[in-house]
C-alpha cells in the first residue's frame, strides 16, 4: 500500500561534540505572548513571533528565512507565526511530535491529532513542556560579520513539566550564516524534572509524516537519529557543554529507509504460520528500479524472503509483505529487513529481536520497555481495542495488560470480542470481566475456564469512568492499519487509530491454554464414513503417560471421550510418533476437540482445538477468508468431499474472472494462502470449482 501524503526531504547529517556553553549576556528580550487569554503565564505557555536573524538562512536547502517564530516550550518555527488564546484556543504546543507537530488535544477524545501543519518547518532543541520563569529569560542576539554571523536563541533556567520545582538548565539554538549550519548547545543544571516530564530534539521540514524529520532517540553524547520514529520521550536533559550539529547536504537520488518492521514480539509457534511485512520509504529524489528487499530469521529459526518493488515514487512509502513464516522450535531469533546499499546505508537495515513460545503472543517489542513512559487515556468512558488472529482453535486462558506509570488504581473492563462488526471490526461479546482496577505495569487477567477463538478476534480494554486510564503504548511510525482502534464513547463506531496520523501501539498479549509437555505437531481432524478421525504427532516426549481426546459442542465445555497411552517406551522419544483416534459416537452437530495430554505426575496440558461438521459429511465449502478486507495475503479455509485438485475463482461484481489458482486438495479441512496484492481495490466474489461442482461463494473486499 503506497503512502499519498506530501514528501519534502530532510536534508541533514548529524555529529555530536564538546564545547563550553556560552551564556547570551547582553542579548534583546523575546516578549512572550501568552497562548492562553486566562490562567496560565506567557513564561509557561508563550511565544513571540517574527524574531529578527539578522540575515537570510536557508533552511533545508529550500526554504529562505529572515524570522524565526519561538514557542516558550523550547522550539521555533519557521511557518505561520502562532496565535494567542484570544483569537484561537491554543494548547500551548506543550504536546511535542516532530513527525505530526505542532499538535493539539482533541477536546472530544482527548487523543492527540495533528492540527498546526502550517506551522511547520519546526526547529526543536528541548521540546517539552517548560517554564523560563520570566521573560527576560527568552533572549536572543546576532553576532559577528557577515557572511559569518550567527544568531542565537536561548531559553534561560527554565522548568521542565508544570510541577517542576526548580530550574533544569538552558538550552540554545544557533543558525550559521553561509553554512546554514544549525547547532543545539546545552546547560545543564541538575534539577530534577516530573515524573512525566518528556521532550522531543530533532528537525522537521514543512511536511509531516516518515522521511520529514530527524529525531533523536536519546541524549547521549553520541545519540542515534532516525527518519522514521521519533522520540518524543526523552526523559533526562543533556548534559552540559554537548553540542548537537546538523550539517545540510544535497538530496540524495537514490536513498531508500526501512522505516518500519511489522511483527509480533512474541510468537506462538503451535502449527501456526506467520507472515511479516515491512514498510520501505523512497527518501531519495529519483523513482526506483527494480529493489530487492529481504528478510530473515537468523537463530535456531532459519528463514528468508526476498521481495521485490518497483517504480516508487520520491516520497512515497509501501508496504512489503513477505512469504509466510513457520517456526518449527521454541527460541529468542533476530528478525531483519534490508535493501541493498545506496547514497545513505544508515537506514538500510532495521533487526528486532522474535521470541518463539509455545502458547504466547503479544505484540510487546522485546527490546523496548518506553510502555512505561506512554500512556493514552480519554476524558470520558472510552475503549481501546487491539487485533489479533490464529488459524487453529484456540483457548485464552489468560490476557496481559500494560498500563504506563501514570496509571493510577484505574478501573477498568476488559473484553474479548470476535472480529465480525461492521468492516470487520469488533463486534460479538466473547468474553468479558468488569469491575477491575489497573496500576502501572503489566496486568494479568486469568479467564476460566478458557475463552476459544479462531480466525481474527480483539482484546478491547474499556476506559469505564472519566478518569484516564493511561493505557500504555510503544510508538510505531507509520502505525499499522487496521489492528489498533478507539471509541469514543461507548457504543460509538469504532476508529482506526492509524487513519488519523497516531502512532499509538497499544500494547496487549494473550496465553493460550494449549502448552504441551511434548512437542508436538498441530492436532488436525477429518471425516471417514461420518465418522470423525483425529491425528496428532510429537517430536519428542519427555515423562509422558497418556493423552485424553475431549469433545465440546459448543467450544468451551468438554468432555473425555476416549484414552490412548504414549507409544514412547517409559514415557520417553526422541523420535516422531503418530497418534490417532476415531470417534464412532459422532454427534449430528459441529463438535470441537482437543487433547489433553498428561505426564507421570498427573500435570496436564491442552492441545489446539479442531473444530469438525457435524452434519456426517464433509462439504465442499469455502468455511472463512480473513483478513476480509484484505491488502495482500489473504488466508482461507475450505472443505472438500474428495482429494484431487480444485480451482479458486475470483470474480468482481460484473461477474468477470479477475484471477484463477489452482491448488492441490486433501480430503477434509485444507487452509490455502493467496497473494492478492496487484488485485484493484473493489468488491469482488470468491467460489471453489472442480470437476463435481462448486462451492458457496463467499463477499471479499480488497483494499
Given at each position: 500500500?503506497?503512502?499519498e501524503?506530501s514528501f519534502?526531504q530532510?536534508?541533514?547529517?548529524?555529529s555530536?561534540a564538546?564545547?563550553?556553553?556560552?551564556?547570551i549576556?547582553?542579548?534583546?528580550?523575546?516578549?512572550?505572548?501568552?497562548?492562553?487569554?486566562?490562567?496560565?503565564?506567557a513564561t509557561?505557555?508563550g511565544?513571540a513571533?517574527n524574531?529578527?536573524?539578522g540575515?537570510?538562512?536557508?533552511y533545508?536547502y529550500?526554504q529562505?528565512v529572515?524570522?524565526?517564530?519561538?514557542?516558550?516550550?523550547?522550539?521555533?518555527?519557521?511557518?505561520?507565526?502562532?496565535?494567542?488564546?484570544?483569537?484561537?484556543?491554543q494548547?500551548g504546543?506543550?504536546?511535542?511530535?516532530?513527525?505530526?507537530?505542532p499538535?493539539?488535544y482533541?477536546?472530544?477524545?482527548?487523543?492527540?491529532?495533528?492540527?498546526?501543519?502550517?506551522?511547520?518547518s519546526?526547529?526543536?532543541?528541548?521540546?517539552?513542556?517548560l517554564?523560563?520563569?520570566?521573560?527576560?529569560?527568552?533572549?536572543?542576539?546576532?553576532?559577528?560579520?557577515a557572511?559569518?554571523?550567527?544568531?542565537?536563541i536561548?531559553?534561560k533556567?527554565?522548568?521542565?513539566?508544570?510541577?517542576?520545582?526548580?530550574?533544569?538548565?538552558?538550552?540554545?539554538l544557533?543558525?550559521?550564516?553561509?553554512?546554514?549550519?544549525?547547532?543545539?548547545?546545552?546547560?545543564?543544571?541538575?534539577?530534577?524534572?516530573?515524573s512525566?516530564?518528556?521532550?522531543s530534539?530533532?528537525l522537521?521540514?514543512?511536511?509531516?509524516?516518515c522521511?520529514?524529520?530527524?529525531?533523536?532517540?536519546?541524549?547521549?553524547?553520541?545519540p542515534?537519529?532516525?527518519?522514521?520514529?521519533?522520540?518524543?520521550?526523552?526523559?533526562?536533559?543533556?548534559?552540559?557543554?554537548?553540542?548537537?550539529r546538523?550539517?545540510?547536504?544535497a538530496?540524495?537520488?537514490q536513498?531508500?529507509?526501512i522505516?518500519q518492521?511489522?511483527?509480533?514480539?512474541?510468537?506462538c509457534?503451535n502449527?501456526?504460520?506467520y507472515?511479516f511485512?515491512?514498510?520501505v520509504?523512497n527518501?531519495?529524489?529519483?523513482t526506483?528500479?527494480?529493489?530487492?528487499?529481504?528478510?530473515?530469521?537468523?537463530?535456531?529459526?532459519s528463514f528468508?524472503?526476498?521481495q521485490?518493488?518497483?517504480?516508487?515514487?520520491?516520497g512515497?512509502?509501501i508496504?512489503?509483505?513477505?512469504?509466510?513464516?513457520l517456526?518449527?522450535?521454541?527460541s529468542?531469533?533476530?528478525?531483519?529487513v534490508?535493501v541493498?546499499?545506496?547514497?545513505?546505508?544508515?537506514?538500510?537495515?532495521?533487526?528486532?529481536?522474535?521470541?518463539i513460545?509455545?502458547?504466547?503472543?503479544?505484540n510487546?517489542?522485546?527490546?523496548?520497555?518506553?510502555?512505561q513512559?506512554n500512556g493514552i487515556?480519554?476524558?470520558?468512558?472510552s475503549?481501546?481495542?487491539t487485533?489479533?488472529?490464529?488459524?487453529?482453535?484456540?483457548?485464552?486462558n489468560?490476557?496481559?495488560?500494560?498500563?504506563?506509570?501514570?496509571c493510577n488504581?484505574?478501573p477498568f473492563?476488559?473484553?474479548?470480542y470476535?472480529?465480525?462488526?461492521?468492516?470487520?471490526?469488533?463486534?460479538?461479546?466473547?468474553?468479558q470481566q468488569?469491575?477491575?482496577?489497573?496500576?502501572?505495569?503489566?496486568n494479568?487477567?486469568n479467564i476460566?475456564?478458557?475463552?476459544?477463538?479462531?480466525?481474527?478476534?480483539?482484546?478491547a480494554?474499556?476506559?469505564?469512568?472519566?478518569?484516564s486510564?493511561?493505557?500504555a503504548?510503544?510508538?510505531?511510525?507509520?502505525?499499522?492499519?487496521n489492528?489498533?482502534?478507539?471509541?469514543?464513547?461507548?457504543?460509538?463506531?469504532?476508529?482506526?487509530?492509524a487513519s488519523e496520523?497516531n502512532?499509538?501501539?497499544?500494547?496487549?498479549?494473550?496465553q493460550?491454554?494449549n502448552?504441551l509437555?511434548?512437542?508436538?505437531?498441530?492436532?488436525?481432524?477429518?471425516k471417514?464414513?461420518?465418522?470423525?478421525?483425529?491425528?496428532?504427532t510429537?517430536?519428542?516426549e519427555?515423562n509422558?503417560?497418556?493423552?485424553?481426546?475431549?469433545?465440546?459442542?459448543?467450544?468451551?465445555?468438554?468432555t473425555?471421550?476416549?484414552?490412548?497411552?504414549?507409544?514412547?517406551?517409559?514415557?520417553n522419544?526422541?523420535?516422531?510418533?503418530n497418534?490417532?483416534f476415531?470417534?464412532?459416537?459422532?454427534?449430528?452437530?459441529?463438535?470441537?476437540?482437543?487433547?489433553?495430554?498428561?505426564?507421570?505426575?498427573?500435570n496436564y496440558?491442552f492441545?489446539?482445538?479442531?473444530m469438525?461438521?457435524?452434519d456426517?459429511?464433509?462439504?465442499?465449502?469455502l468455511?472463512?477468508?480473513f483478513?476480509?478486507p484484505?491488502e495482500?495475503?489473504?488466508?482461507l479455509?475450505?472443505?472438500s468431499?474428495?482429494?484431487?485438485?480444485?480451482t479458486?475463482?475470483?470474480?468482481?461484481?460484473?461477474?468477470r474472472?479477475v484471477?484463477q489458482i489452482?491448488?492441490?486438495?486433501?480430503?477434509?479441512?485444507?487452509?490455502?494462502?493467496i497473494?492478492?496484492?496487484?488485485?484493484?481495490?473493489?468488491?469482488?466474489?470468491?467460489?471453489?470449482?472442480?470437476?463435481?461442482?462448486?462451492?458457496n461463494?463467499i463477499?471479499?473486499?480488497?483494499?
Amino acid at each position: 500500500m503506497v503512502s499519498e501524503r506530501s514528501f519534502s526531504q530532510i536534508n541533514f547529517s548529524f555529529s555530536a561534540a564538546k564545547s563550553t556553553y556560552q551564556p547570551i549576556v547582553s542579548g534583546k528580550t523575546a516578549n512572550l505572548n501568552p497562548f492562553f487569554s486566562t490562567g496560565i503565564s506567557a513564561t509557561d505557555e508563550g511565544f513571540a513571533n517574527n524574531i529578527p536573524i539578522g540575515f537570510n538562512f536557508l533552511y533545508n536547502y529550500n526554504q529562505s528565512v529572515s524570522t524565526v517564530n519561538i514557542c516558550s516550550n523550547g522550539f521555533v518555527v519557521l511557518g505561520t507565526g502562532f496565535l494567542d488564546g484570544t483569537v484561537s484556543s491554543q494548547d500551548g504546543y506543550y504536546v511535542n511530535d516532530l513527525m505530526e507537530g505542532p499538535c493539539s488535544y482533541s477536546p472530544s477524545t482527548g487523543l492527540v491529532k495533528s492540527g498546526h501543519q502550517n506551522q511547520r518547518s519546526v526547529i526543536a532543541p528541548f521540546w517539552g513542556d517548560l517554564d523560563v520563569q520570566q521573560n527576560s529569560n527568552m533572549v536572543y542576539q546576532t553576532t559577528g560579520t557577515a557572511p559569518n554571523r550567527v544568531f542565537t536563541i536561548e531559553w534561560k533556567n527554565f522548568k521542565w513539566d508544570y510541577q517542576c520545582i526548580a530550574a533544569i538548565g538552558s538550552v540554545e539554538l544557533k543558525f550559521y550564516e553561509t553554512t546554514n549550519v544549525i547547532e543545539f548547545a546545552y546547560s545543564n543544571m541538575n534539577g530534577t524534572p516530573t515524573s512525566s516530564a518528556k521532550a522531543s530534539i530533532g528537525l522537521t521540514t514543512n511536511a509531516t509524516g516518515c522521511g520529514s524529520f530527524i529525531s533523536l532517540q536519546d541524549n547521549s553524547a553520541i545519540p542515534a537519529i532516525s527518519k522514521f520514529l521519533e522520540n518524543n520521550n526523552i526523559t533526562a536533559f543533556p548534559a552540559s557543554d554537548l553540542v548537537y550539529r546538523f550539517t545540510p547536504h544535497a538530496a540524495f537520488t537514490q536513498n531508500l529507509g526501512i522505516s518500519q518492521l511489522y511483527h509480533s514480539g512474541t510468537i506462538c509457534k503451535n502449527g501456526e504460520s506467520y507472515t511479516f511485512s515491512a514498510n520501505v520509504f523512497n527518501l531519495g529524489t529519483q523513482t526506483t528500479g527494480s529493489v530487492p528487499v529481504t528478510l530473515k530469521v537468523a537463530g535456531n529459526n532459519s528463514f528468508s524472503s526476498t521481495q521485490y518493488l518497483d517504480n516508487l515514487a520520491p516520497g512515497k512509502s509501501i508496504t512489503v509483505v513477505f512469504n509466510v513464516f513457520l517456526p518449527q522450535i521454541i527460541s529468542t531469533d533476530t528478525l531483519s529487513v534490508s535493501v541493498p546499499n545506496d547514497n545513505d546505508n544508515s537506514d538500510n537495515l532495521l533487526e528486532k529481536k522474535i521470541q518463539i513460545t509455545n502458547n504466547l503472543v503479544s505484540n510487546v517489542s522485546l527490546e523496548d520497555n518506553s510502555y512505561q513512559y506512554n500512556g493514552i487515556g480519554n476524558n470520558v468512558p472510552s475503549e481501546f481495542a487491539t487485533l489479533f488472529s490464529t488459524v487453529y482453535y484456540k483457548s485464552i486462558n489468560q490476557i496481559s495488560l500494560y498500563f504506563s506509570n501514570e496509571c493510577n488504581n484505574t478501573p477498568f473492563d476488559i473484553t474479548v470480542y470476535a472480529a465480525d462488526g461492521i468492516n470487520n471490526n469488533p463486534g460479538t461479546i466473547l468474553w468479558q470481566q468488569t469491575g477491575l482496577t489497573g496500576n502501572p505495569g503489566i496486568n494479568y487477567v486469568n479467564i476460566t475456564p478458557g475463552v476459544t477463538v479462531q480466525g481474527s478476534y480483539f482484546i478491547a480494554v474499556t476506559q469505564s469512568t472519566a478518569t484516564s486510564i493511561s493505557y500504555a503504548y510503544e510508538a510505531e511510525s507509520p502505525l499499522q492499519a487496521n489492528t489498533y482502534f478507539y471509541r469514543t464513547p461507548l457504543n460509538s463506531n469504532w476508529i482506526d487509530i492509524a487513519s488519523e496520523g497516531n502512532k499509538y501501539k497499544l500494547l496487549m498479549g494473550v496465553q493460550y491454554d494449549n502448552t504441551l509437555p511434548v512437542t508436538a505437531t498441530k492436532f488436525n481432524g477429518y471425516k471417514i464414513s461420518a465418522k470423525n478421525v483425529l491425528k496428532w504427532t510429537t517430536y519428542t516426549e519427555i515423562n509422558n503417560d497418556h493423552f485424553v481426546v475431549e469433545r465440546s459442542t459448543n467450544g468451551h465445555d468438554f468432555t473425555a471421550i476416549g484414552t490412548l497411552n504414549t507409544l514412547a517406551p517409559s514415557g520417553n522419544s526422541s523420535s516422531s510418533l503418530n497418534y490417532s483416534f476415531t470417534d464412532n459416537n459422532t454427534l449430528p452437530v459441529n463438535s470441537y476437540y482437543r487433547i489433553r495430554q498428561v505426564d507421570k505426575l498427573s500435570n496436564y496440558a491442552f492441545s489446539d482445538v479442531v473444530m469438525l461438521i457435524g452434519d456426517g459429511k464433509i462439504p465442499y465449502s469455502l468455511n472463512n477468508i480473513f483478513p476480509n478486507p484484505v491488502e495482500s495475503i489473504l488466508k482461507l479455509s475450505y472443505s472438500s468431499p474428495v482429494a484431487g485438485n480444485n480451482t479458486i475463482t475470483l470474480y468482481d461484481i460484473t461477474g468477470r474472472i479477475v484471477k484463477q489458482i489452482g491448488i492441490n486438495s486433501v480430503l477434509g479441512d485444507n487452509q490455502q494462502q493467496i497473494n492478492l496484492a496487484e488485485i484493484n481495490s473493489g468488491q469482488y466474489f470468491m467460489q471453489l470449482l472442480n470437476g463435481s461442482g462448486k462451492s458457496n461463494t463467499i463477499k471479499l473486499i480488497k483494499k
